[in-house]
């Protein structure tokens, strides 16, 4: 089997499909044979993003925004998925946000109640609509972080919303295993992106450039990955080479959780 062909016949749905590694990981599953469902909240960004990901074969990606934290808009998003392309194998829960840096004592309960919703009652209405819909030996795949794996002071809203994933893939793969359907959870460390680097530089203080550095420095690999790099896990997580991982938490983080 060629690697271009892990994917083939496979159809994947993604949130947050606009994001750097929803998009790398688009692109990833496009090029090994997939045919994918983009969904996210940003219209604009969903549209340019599809036609990257489509390009040469507009046919493979559709697109559809989606507000996760919306039961009905991820009913939909699934539904219009099987319609288009016939089949579910793969999903994705990938969209999230960050919330802010703040002690717990301080920290602000609708932006604590925000992150929550999008971080973890997206991913389990991801969960609870695609898992009925993918089909036998699928897979499901939730991005959590390396800080739902460990944390750090001030981030109380995103460490605890990636922790519970955790107890969300181990309870889901239980229950689906009956149907060879594999839930994991992927756990990306700092990834050289918007989303990070915005992290980056409210939780030290400094130019982008200083506050890369001083996460890097944390890093045993002493660098930030490439989107590119996630999307390559998510590939083997979607592909058939994997038959027997579920419910594992899986780091590409350099080694920051060690």
Same mark, same amino acid.
Do not use: W
């Given at each position: 089997?060629?690697?271009?062909?892990?994917?083939?016949?496979?159809?994947?749905?993604?949130?947050?499909?606009?994001?750097?590694?929803?998009?790398?990981?688009?692109?990833?599953?496009?090029?090994?044979?997939?045919?994918?469902?983009?969904?996210?909240?940003?219209?604009?960004?969903?549209?340019?993003?599809?036609?990257?990901?489509?390009?040469?074969?507009?046919?493979?990606?559709?697109?559809?925004?989606?507000?996760?934290?919306?039961?009905?808009?991820?009913?939909?998003?699934?539904?219009?998925?099987?319609?288009?392309?016939?089949?579910?194998?793969?999903?994705?829960?990938?969209?999230?946000? =960050?919330?802010?840096? *703040? &002690?717990?004592?301080?920290?602000? @309960?609708? #932006? /604590?109640?925000?992150?929550?919703?999008?971080?973890?009652?997206?991913?389990?209405?991801?969960?609870?609509?695609?898992?009925?819909?993918?089909?036998?030996?699928?897979?499901?795949?939730?991005?959590?972080?390396?800080?739902?794996?460990?944390?750090?002071?001030?981030?109380?809203?995103?460490?605890?919303?990636?922790?519970?994933?955790?107890?969300?893939?181990?309870?889901?793969?239980?229950?689906?295993?009956?149907?060879?359907?594999?839930?994991?959870?992927?756990?990306?460390?700092?990834?050289?992106?918007?989303?990070?680097?915005?992290?980056?530089?409210?939780?030290?203080?400094?130019?982008?450039?200083?506050?890369?550095?001083?996460?890097?420095?944390?890093?045993?690999? =002493?660098?930030?990955? *490439? &989107?590119?790099?996630?999307?390559? @896990?998510? #590939? /083997?997580?979607?592909?058939?080479?994997?038959?027997?991982?579920?419910?594992?938490?899986?780091?590409?983080?350099?080694?920051?959780?060690?």
């Amino acid at each position: 089997m060629t690697m271009a062909e892990r994917l083939t016949g496979k159809v994947a749905l993604i949130s947050g499909g606009a994001g750097s590694i929803g998009l790398a990981s688009a692109r990833a599953m496009v090029a090994e044979g997939a045919r994918v469902m983009l969904l996210d909240l940003d219209a604009g960004a969903l549209e340019r993003a599809a036609a990257t990901v489509g390009a040469p074969d507009p046919d493979a990606v559709a697109h559809q925004v989606c507000d996760v934290t919306d039961e009905e808009q991820v009913a939909s998003a699934v539904r219009a998925t099987v319609e288009r392309f016939g089949r579910l194998d793969v999903a994705f829960a990938n969209a999230g946000i =960050a919330g802010v840096i *703040a &002690p717990v004592v301080e920290y602000p @309960l609708d #932006v /604590f109640e925000r992150v929550m919703a999008v971080n973890v009652t997206g991913a389990f209405l991801i969960a609870k609509h695609a898992l009925a819909a993918i089909a036998p030996g699928g897979s499901l795949i939730v991005t959590s972080s390396t800080v739902g794996l460990t944390s750090e002071a001030g981030i109380a809203a995103y460490a605890t919303s990636k922790h519970a994933l955790v107890g969300l893939i181990r309870t889901a793969a239980k229950e689906v295993a009956d149907r060879g359907i594999r839930v994991n959870s992927i756990h990306p460390g700092p990834v050289d992106n918007e989303f990070q680097h915005a992290i980056e530089v409210e939780a030290v203080g400094a130019s982008p450039e200083e506050s890369a550095r001083a996460f890097e420095s944390k890093i045993p690999l =002493a660098r930030h990955a *490439a &989107p590119e790099e996630i999307a390559a @896990l998510v #590939v /083997f997580l979607a592909s058939d080479e994997c038959p027997f991982i579920t419910g594992a938490t899986l780091a590409a983080d350099g080694g920051l959780s060690i």
